[in-house]
């Protein structure tokens, strides 16, 4: 018998019936998509009870009659109420906005038991990943459960989740009851930032001299203060508070009667002196959580993509879009 050759034929098997199965926002397990098959302690089950009427046909046994139908009786009890266990119940996802790659995307998976009966042991566990530690829940009454799912996506880009399997083998452990549910949310991975960027590129000169967007250049001939509550933010010297993102203490400001001359800051990937194209994006990746960190107005040019400056939460979020699926 040709083991390998078998094992791939049955994983191509899989993977053309799990290709087959429509991605969905929600998933109710009914039973269109509920599967039972016995597990190793059923099938042992299973001889046993084999083992014990061919004993008690053999002697004429009434008591090993009455034990056979007994356990057979148990154990058909038992798959009526796995199927239940699980029956009726609905599952969504909840994905984080963005991660950085090599980051676990802590998926949350609700689930619901659409009605106030119990539901014990249930097993969710990711398909893609055969070392996935499986995680664990009980629906104790009408209210949802949260679980925690982390995956880790393989690159940077825009993925959907893998396949989730959920089981049961509640309530004695001889048959599980499962099914698959392929997620339609997506998963958005930035590169992940280089540890040791330099420091960010100088601004572009000022199109209009005195233009309050761009300003915070550098220091040299110009009357500087510490930074204090309440100043502008277009009076401080961006370039120099980016070498201290944490501390507001050490950030200089410009004081009123000092003129500016400096526009927004564009960064752009001829600017990171790397020849690999990841490690540019992981370049842009660490200025751009500078640049955001320090509240800078700032673009982004990444191949044939544009940002234009701005500032803010969407803009950041659209700029790690743009170098994670550029």
């Given at each position: 018998m040709n083991t390998p050759r078998i094992r791939r034929l049955w994983q191509r098997a899989w993977q053309a019936w799990l290709q087959r199965q429509p991605r969905t926002d929600q998933h109710t397990l009914?039973?269109?998509?509920?599967?039972?098959?016995?597990?190793?302690?059923?099938?042992?089950?299973?001889?046993?009870?084999?083992?014990?009427?061919?004993?008690?046909?053999n002697y004429q046994l009434n008591l090993g009659y009455a034990l056979t139908f007994a356990l057979a009786g148990a154990a058909a009890a038992s798959v009526w109420t796995a199927h239940a266990n699980l029956a009726g119940a609905r599952l969504r996802a909840r994905v984080p906005d963005i991660v950085f790659a090599g980051q676990a995307a802590l998926t949350s998976v609700e689930l619901d038991g659409n009605d106030k009966r119990p539901r014990w042991a249930l097993t969710l566990r990711w398909l893609d990943e055969a070392e996935?530690?499986?995680?664990?829940?009980?629906?104790?009454?009408?209210?949802?459960?949260?679980?925690?799912?982390p995956w880790t996506p393989p690159r940077r880009g825009r993925w959907p989740l893998p396949p989730l399997l959920i089981e049961?083998?509640?309530?004695?452990g001889i048959v599980r009851v499962w099914s698959v549910w392929r997620p339609t949310a997506t998963v958005l991975v930035a590169p992940a930032p280089e540890t040791h960027a330099p420091a960010l590129p100088p601004p572009a000169p000022a199109s209009v001299e005195?233009?309050?967007?761009?300003?915070?250049?550098?220091?040299?001939?110009?009357?500087?203060?510490?930074?204090?509550d309440g100043d502008a933010?277009?009076?401080?010297?961006?370039?120099?508070?980016?070498?201290h993102?944490?501390?507001?203490?050490?950030?200089?400001?410009?004081?009123?009667?000092?003129?500016?001359?400096?526009?927004?800051?564009w960064l752009n990937e001829s600017d990171c002196g790397h020849r690999?194209?990841?490690?540019?994006r992981a370049?842009?990746?660490?200025?751009?959580?500078?640049?955001?960190?320090?509240?800078?107005?700032?673009?982004?040019?990444?191949?044939?993509?544009?940002?234009?400056?701005?500032?803010?939460?969407?803009?950041?979020?659209?700029?790690?879009?743009?170098?994670a699926c550029a």
């Open positions: 009914t039973l269109n998509n509920l599967y039972v098959w016995p597990t190793r302690s059923g099938w042992m089950l299973a001889v046993v009870l084999g083992l014990l009427l061919v004993g008690s046909i996935a530690r499986p995680a664990w829940a009980d629906i104790a009454g009408a209210e949802p459960v949260s679980v925690a799912m049961t083998r509640y309530p004695l005195g233009s309050c967007h761009g300003r915070g250049a550098d220091a040299d001939g110009q009357e500087v203060r510490p930074y204090r933010p277009c009076r401080i010297l961006w370039r120099k508070a980016a070498q993102p944490d501390e507001p203490s050490q950030w200089p400001v410009r004081s009123d009667s000092t003129p500016t001359a400096e526009g927004p800051l690999d194209p990841e490690a540019r370049r842009l990746c660490a200025w751009v959580l500078q640049a955001d960190t320090a509240g800078l107005r700032y673009g982004l040019r990444v191949g044939t993509a544009t940002v234009p400056p701005d500032q803010g939460h969407v803009h950041r979020h659209r700029c790690l879009e743009v170098l």
